[in-house]
RNA sequence: GUGGGCGUAGCUCAGCUGGUAGAGCACUCGGUUGUGGUCCGAGAUGUCGCGGGUUCGAGCCCCGUCGCUCACCCCA
C-alpha cells in the first residue's frame, strides 16, 4: 500500500516539537488577552469577494496565491489568506462596530497560501492576530505594537528588530505617488519591474537586487509626504512607544503587501532566520471598514507567524531539545502483575477524577522498560505495584529528580490522591 | 511561476574506479527476580523515492517521473 502523504508546502505539529508549537502560540496569545482582547472565532473559508474587496486585487496574495474553488451551491469560496478582512467582516455583519469602541479582539488559527514552500514559508500556516477598531488614537497604534515586542519578550526572544514607518493618510499618498512615479518613469526598468512598480511603486522600494537598491536611495520618500496630521500622529506613536521601553527604528523603505494598511505600519523581523525572515506585522487600515460595506471606522491590528516564531525561537536555543516534554504528568504508576494492572488502571482514573494529571505503563514491559517510559513522560514522581504492594497496603513513591523513595499508603485511591496532591 | 541542491533503517547520514546494505542516535531485551537517567552486551528494522534503460551484475551510470529542500518572487 502506497503511504498517503500530507498536500504539499503544510507544516505539521508532533511531539515533541508540538508542545514548543503549543508554547509560542499559548504565549502570543497571552500578550493579547493580557491587554484586554477577547477571542473570535472565525471560519477558514469566506466568501472569495472578501478578500478581493478587502486585502486588494492587485496584490501578489490575491491575484495569485488564493486557494479559490466552488462550493455545490456554486458559490465562490476561498481559504483564507490572512486574518483582519474575515474579522472586519464578522464585526460588521454583528454590528460589534455599533457597540463600544475599539473592538479589541484576538484570533489564532490556520491560514493558507498557494505559494513555492520554504523555509518558513507554507501553503498552510499559523497566525496570532489582534485587531483595535474604532479610533484612531495613537496610544492604540503603540499598545497593539507593544503587545507583539512583550509577546515576543515573554518567550525570550531578543534577536529581532522592530521597524515602523508611517504611510500617511491618503492625501499624502497621493501627493507622494505623483513624484514617485515620475522618479521611477526616468530609470531604466525591465517589463517585469515596470509592471511591479505600476501595480505598486512602492514594491521597488524592497527590491532585492543591488542594482534597484542603488538607483532607490534618492527616490522620493513616503515619509516626507505626510501632512502635519499623519506627521503628528506618527510623533505620537514614536513617542509612546519609546516611554513603553519598546526599541525601533524607523524604515521609510519599509513595504506591505496588503494595500488596506494607511498610517502607522510596523514589521518584526528576525535575524536567525533564512529569507523568510518577517516574524509578524500590521498596521493600521483606514478605509478597510467601509470599503466592506461597515462604518466608516478606523483599525489597527498585526499577524504574527506562529511557524516562524517558533523557528526563530529554535534558532536562538530557547528550547532545549533533550527529548523530555515541557509539560509532564504528575505521577506516573507501573504495575507489576495482572492483579495490580487493574488496580493501577483504577488508581490513575481516580487521579484523573481528582485534577491530578498522571499516566500509567501499558502491557507486560520488564520494570527497567517501563521506568523508562516514566522518565520519558517527564513525570515528577513515579510508583511501582505489585502484588507485595497491594497485600501490605504500601508502596514506594519515587521523587524522578532526586531518585529519593518514600513508602505510602496505598489501601485506597484516596490515600494515594491526598498525599500526591500535598506533594 | 523561475532556478539550484538532495532522495539509502523511525531520525541524522556513510557507502571507493559498478560486485549481493552500513554507522551513530532512537527502539526492544539482557547484564542488575522489582526501580529510570550513566556504562556494557545482544536483537529487530530497508521494495537504497518510483518507472524504464545500459550491464554477467546497478544504491552507484543514463533517461524519465514523483517528492523534499533552499533561493528568486511574495510574505507570516
Redesign the pocket.
Known sequence: ??KI???????EYFPPRSTYFEKVRETLIGAAKNAGYSMMELPVFEDTELFIRGVGES???VS??MYTFEDRGGRSITLR??GTAGVMRSVIEHNLDKGQLPVKVWYSGA?F?A?????????????V?IEAIGGSYPEIDAEVIAVAWRSFKTLGLTNFHLDITSLGDAESRSRHRVDLVKFLSGLNLDE?TAR?AEI?PL?LF????AE?IESMKSAPLLLDYLNNESLAHFQKVQELLTNFGVEFRINPRM????DYYTGTTF???HDG??????????GRYDGLMSDLGGADLSGIG????????LLAAEAEGIFVTD?RPIESVKLFA?A??VE?KSYVAGLVNALRDEGISADMAY??????????????S??RF?????????ASGQ??L????????QSITIARYSDVTQKIRSL
Not at 5 to 11: C, D, L, R, T, Y
Not at 302 to 309: C, P
Not at 363 to 375: E, P, Q
Open positions: 500500500m502506497a502523504q500530507a498536500p504539499k508546502g503544510v507544516s496584490t501578489d496574495v495569485k496565491e489568506p490572512e491560514f497560501r505559494e513555492r514552500p520554504q523555509q518558513g514559508r507554507y501553503r498552510q500556516f499559523y497566525q492576530g517585469a511591479r505598486n514594491r524592497d527590491d532585492k537586487r534597484i513595504v506591505r503587501g496588503l514589521e518584526f523581523v532566520l533564512g529569507a523568510q525572515s518577517g516574524i509578524g506585522g500590521g498585526f499577524g504574527i507567524g506562529v511557524d516562524r516564531v527529548e507501573i507489576m502483575g495490580a502491557g507486560d514491559r520488564a520494570l527497567k522498560g517501563s521506568m523508562k517510559a516514566a522518565d520519558k517527564g513525570a513515579s510508583i511501582v505495584i505489585g502484588a507485595d504492594e497491594l508502596a514506594q519515587k521523587d524522578m529528580q532526586s531518585g529519593q523513595m
